[in-house]
């Protein structure tokens, strides 16, 4: 059973970089098809994809994050890692790491329990 945990900063300043990181247990990051993603949600709204880089090491970002939005993998450590550029206080949300062999919200089967990050002004 993959187990996915988020780790990193709660509260980062405007302008600066959000860097967090999904360790993955219980599976490597390397098995065939699968999708390793970010998911973000800003307090009162919906679930936001922020983009995922593949089992194969190539990633895709959503549109809206793409020019802030960096993700990538350490597999010896069994760990990616999203680093979103020049934050603003919109940028605060709980983030989550999830993974699956479709990509989509609805298909993501397994999920981190998601960490909070404040972006201060």
């Known amino acids: 059973q993959v187990q996915l945990q988020e780790s990193g900063p709660g509260l980062v300043k405007s302008s600066q970089t959000l860097s967090l990181t999904c360790t993955v247990s219980?599976?490597?990051?390397?098995?065939?098809?699968?999708?390793w993603s970010w998911i973000r949600q800003p307090p009162g709204k919906g679930l936001e994809w922020i983009g995922y880089?593949?089992?194969?090491?190539?990633?895709y970002y959503s549109p809206s994050l793409k020019s802030r939005a960096s993700i990538s993998r350490d597999t010896s450590k069994n760990q990616f890692t999203l680093q979103l550029n020049s934050v603003t206080p919109g940028d605060t949300a709980v983030y989550y790491c999830?993974?699956?062999?479709?990509?989509?919200?609805?298909?993501?089967?397994?999920w981190g329990q998601g960490t909070q990050v404040t972006v201060s002004s």
């Open positions: 219980g599976g490597s990051i390397t098995t065939n098809y699968y999708y």
């Open positions: 999830a993974g699956d062999t479709r990509v989509g919200i609805e298909y993501f089967g397994a």
């Open positions: 880089v593949r089992y194969s090491g190539s990633t």
